[in-house]
């Protein structure tokens, strides 16, 4: 265990390339977030103009019957 982790952490080139990568992944696992975020509200503005447009189209052609 002990040449394993010398080779892993006390070799610069390879620390360096294992701090990359958990950066990059820090990176990713911050933007999922901001993603699902944005799509949700994406998602939220769709269905409200959908049933925006529906009401919309019931008080127009369908008066007598919201009444």
Do not use: Q, W
């Not at 958990?22 to 977030?33: A, E, R, V």
Request: proline residues 3%; aromatic residues 10%.
């Amino acid at each position: 265990m002990g040449v394993l982790y010398h080779f892993l952490f006390k070799n610069p080139g390879i620390n360096k390339k294992i701090t990359e990568v958990t950066n990059h992944f820090k990176k990713i696992l911050i933007f999922i977030p901001k993603l699902k975020n944005s799509m949700e509200k994406f998602i939220n503005k769709k269905i409200n103009r959908i049933f925006a447009g529906l009401i919309r189209h019931l008080k127009l052609e369908h008066s007598d019957i919201l009444e």
